[in-house]
């Protein structure tokens, strides 16, 4: 038996000229996540991340919660998923078949619940048998991507592990409805609620998997309650 831990990334700068940067708090929940794992006990045989800043950003000062030389493998397979691209070339699309969709894009998406809005409709096309764009990275290649680095990394691993994966939301969701079984068109459920720093954890035994548990952030609650600040965000 050996455990994996997914790590959302810390608050980005959402609404600034670069988004993939990590907000100062998203800086501080990096770090409050290092400190939660070292007060935990969890001491990671490796980490993994993205090579988006963010995804680097916030493993690299979670680490230094930790032991020196946990070793920390950055590979793109572990990205988040091209909503930028998705929205270029599928959003032209989506909003043809949905008038209201089509009010939030023309006033534009200033608000993060109208992006999400958005986002979400535009997931769920691309993730289904209608979506036929070939100028984007489809959801065959993009799950079966996360699939083969997951399986790659457990191969690798081996037994009685404790691993590390510092990512994002759309591939986390995709981790876990894979680990469950379920269907790209289920798997946004689990997208759209994954906190900043929020933790998952799955458990494998050779290339079988299970999850423990999925998104929690009780511990930024409770750090959030003592410090009499909220740190507990989505975006």
Same mark, same amino acid.
């Given at each position: 038996m050996a455990t994996i831990y997914l790590f959302r990334h810390g608050q980005a700068s959402f609404g600034s000229d670069d988004y993939d940067k990590l907000s100062p708090l998203g800086e501080r929940q990096a770090t409050l /996540?290092?400190?939660? /794992?070292?007060?935990?006990?969890?001491?990671?045989?490796?980490?993994?991340?993205?090579? /988006?800043?963010?995804?680097?950003?916030? *493993?690299?000062?979670? /680490? *230094?919660?930790?032991? *020196?030389?946990?070793?920390?493998?950055?590979?793109?397979?572990?990205?988040?998923?091209?909503?930028?691209?998705?929205?270029?070339y599928l959003l032209p699309e989506v909003v043809k078949a949905d008038p209201a969709l089509r009010e939030l894009v023309d006033r534009g998406l200033s608000s993060s619940k109208d992006y999400q809005k958005v986002i979400d409709a535009v997931f769920n096309y691309w993730v289904s048998p209608q979506c036929k764009e070939t100028r984007i990275q489809s959801w065959a290649d993009y799950s079966g991507q996360v699939s083969a680095a997951l399986q790659e990394l457990m191969a690798t691993q081996g037994s009685?592990?404790?691993?590390?994966?510092?990512?994002?939301?759309?591939?986390? *969701?995709?981790?876990?409805?894979?680990?469950?079984g379920l269907s790209g068109e289920q798997t946004y459920q689990f997208y759209e609620p994954i906190f900043n720093c929020s933790v998952t954890q799955i458990f494998y035994n050779g290339r079988k998997t299970s999850l423990s548990y999925f998104n929690d952030r009780s511990w930024l609650q409770l750090q959030g309650a003592k410090a009499a600040e909220n740190l507990v965000t989505y975006r």
């Open positions: /996540l290092g400190h939660y /794992l070292r007060d935990s006990g969890v001491v990671l045989d490796a980490a993994y991340s993205g090579d /988006l800043l963010r995804q680097r950003e916030t *493993a690299r000062l979670a /680490l *230094a919660g930790q032991p *020196a030389g946990v070793p920390h493998q950055v590979d793109p397979r572990f990205n988040e998923i091209d909503n930028d691209e998705q929205l270029r009685g592990k404790t691993l590390g994966i510092f990512t994002s939301g759309g591939t986390i *969701a995709t981790m876990v409805a894979q680990v469950l």
